[in-house]
């Protein structure tokens, strides 16, 4: 909850249905919680960053969307 309103570089790691699945650049894989990023509203490439403001907190995962 704390992390929402905040910008992070978010790394891509791979992508789920209508989510691209990331991690910021504090967190590790596996391990702590993900970024999920709308598909349906932004193209983004494995691999890259991005940088995401985050919108919405749950239990394990992070919403955000893309800061252009």
Do not use: W
Request: glycine share 8%.
């Amino acid at each position: 909850q704390q992390k929402i309103g905040q910008e992070f570089n978010v790394v891509i790691d791979r992508k789920e249905g209508n989510y691209f699945i990331g991690r910021t650049e504090f967190d590790s894989p596996d391990v702590d919680n993900e970024v999920l990023i709308d598909a349906t509203k932004t193209y983004l490439k494995t691999g890259e960053f991005a940088k995401v403001n985050i919108i919405e907190a749950e239990d394990f995962d992070l919403y955000g969307k893309v800061v252009h």
